[in-house]
């Protein structure tokens, strides 16, 4: 199969809704607020932290996005210039921060109204929503990715709930002609 | 707001030009309206994308049509292979963000390049071997 057919490409995967029953704005808001405009979205890789971060974010037109990539100590020179200046600031794998390096965004977003992060485990600031996987929500992306209704547990349980690699390996499955040897 | 996007031909040889044709209809007239010619990736990574060439339409109106014309440039080709497809499109960008798309093959002969599957190398029979030393 042609990339740009695969129902699991990029694009499509991007174009998922974050899913969680106990997911509401209202409720994150308000846990917000209560925590001082200070939160984190914690979970393990492939739990979607990044997309409901992306889905909060977007609820605040002008709001600041920061991602950092691995193994990054510090905000670059134009995310501090972005942070400094944010009333809403977003950033997307905290806990890839030095000690030194989280103290600064601290600083920098201080008269920030909030501060929202994703780390993989609790502690960097309080908890505002922790994000769970299920087979029963990895089977529902794959329906609504492709239409057909079937049961991927043991696909989920073989990433150990990370639907990300799931996804990528149904992406894999997809790409592969028939009868392509392994 | 109503809009869209039409080109004379689908598939696009390099350097010759892309014609096409921009409408639209809406209640106000947009502030900003430009026609991007654009390439962009879809696959299992990272997506990429660049912007190639962009006409900005002066003074758009409510209800409005725009001809436009590219150079269909040199390269990169529109490919598709199992990790990555190269699409190059038209879009026509208003200022609200709404953005119709048209997709086009820009490659020789205006054909997509579709890469061969590769399963691997794969080890010739050892007895084969042998006797093509021969032969």
């Given at each position: 199969?042609?990339?740009?057919?695969?129902?699991?490409?990029?694009?499509?995967?991007?174009g998922?809704?974050?899913?969680?029953?106990?997911?509401?704005?209202?409720v994150l808001?308000?846990?917000?607020?209560?925590?001082g405009?200070?939160?984190?979205?914690?979970?393990?890789?492939?739990?979607?932290?990044?997309?409901?971060?992306?889905?909060?974010q977007a609820?605040?037109?002008?709001?600041?996005?920061l991602?950092?990539?691995?193994g990054?100590?510090?905000?670059?020179?134009?995310?501090r210039?972005?942070?400094?200046?944010?009333?809403?600031?977003?950033?997307?794998?905290?806990?890839?921060l030095a000690?030194?390096?989280?103290?600064?965004?601290?600083?920098?977003?201080?008269?920030?109204?909030?501060?929202v992060v994703?780390a993989?485990?609790?502690?960097?600031?309080?908890t505002v929503?922790?994000?769970r996987?299920?087979?029963?929500l990895l089977?529902?992306?794959?329906?609504?990715?492709?239409?057909?209704?079937?049961?991927?547990?043991?696909?989920?349980?073989r990433?150990?709930?990370?639907l990300?690699?799931?996804?990528r390996?149904?992406?894999?499955?997809?790409?592969?002609p028939?009868?392509?040897?392994? | 707001?109503?809009a869209?996007?039409?080109?004379?031909?689908t598939?696009?040889?390099?350097?010759?030009?892309?014609?096409?044709?921009?409408?639209?209809?809406?209640?106000k007239?947009p502030r900003?309206?430009?026609?991007?010619?654009?390439?962009?990736?879809?696959?299992?990574?990272?997506?990429?994308?660049?912007?190639v060439?962009?006409?900005?339409?002066?003074n758009?109106l409510?209800?409005?049509?725009?001809?436009?014309?590219?150079?269909?440039?040199d390269?990169?080709?529109?490919?598709s292979?199992?990790?990555?497809s190269?699409?190059?499109?038209?879009?026509?960008?208003?200022?609200s963000?709404?953005?119709?798309?048209?997709?086009l093959v820009?490659a020789?002969?205006g054909?997509?390049?579709?890469?061969?599957?590769?399963?691997?190398?794969?080890?010739?029979p050892?007895?084969r071997l042998f006797?093509?030393?021969?032969?």
């Amino acid at each position: 199969m042609k990339a740009r057919d695969n129902p699991f490409r990029t694009a499509c995967l991007e174009g998922l809704a974050y899913q969680a029953p106990d997911r509401d704005w209202t409720v994150l808001e308000t846990r917000l607020m209560a925590f001082g405009g200070r939160g984190a979205i914690v979970g393990p890789m492939g739990h979607g932290k990044t997309t409901l971060l992306l889905e909060w974010q977007a609820r605040h037109p002008g709001g600041v996005g920061l991602r950092l990539g691995a193994g990054q100590r510090r905000l670059d020179a134009g995310q501090r210039r972005s942070a400094t200046g944010g009333r809403h600031v977003f950033v997307d794998g905290a806990e890839q921060l030095a000690w030194w390096g989280w103290w600064e965004l601290r600083w920098l977003t201080r008269r920030a109204r909030t501060l929202v992060v994703t780390a993989h485990r609790a502690g960097l600031l309080p908890t505002v929503f922790a994000c769970r996987t299920s087979p029963d929500l990895l089977n529902d992306l794959v329906r609504q990715l492709t239409g057909e209704v079937a049961d991927h547990t043991p696909l989920f349980r073989r990433h150990g709930g990370n639907l990300r690699l799931a996804l990528r390996e149904l992406y894999d499955r997809r790409a592969e002609p028939p009868g392509f040897r392994e | 707001m109503t809009a869209g996007l039409t080109t004379e031909r689908t598939a696009y040889r390099p350097g010759e030009e892309i014609r096409g044709t921009a409408t639209w209809s809406g209640e106000k007239a947009p502030r900003q309206a430009e026609i991007r010619l654009f390439w962009h990736t879809e696959g299992k990574g990272t997506r990429d994308s660049a912007v190639v060439e962009t006409v900005v339409l002066e003074n758009p109106l409510a209800e409005d049509s725009r001809a436009f014309v590219f150079r269909a440039p040199d390269f990169p080709y529109s490919f598709s292979g199992r990790l990555i497809s190269l699409i190059w499109g038209v879009e026509l960008v208003f200022d609200s963000g709404d953005a119709p798309f048209a997709g086009l093959v820009l490659a020789p002969g205006g054909v997509e390049i579709v890469l061969p599957v590769d399963d691997g190398p794969e080890d010739p029979p050892r007895g084969r071997l042998f006797f093509s030393r021969f032969s």
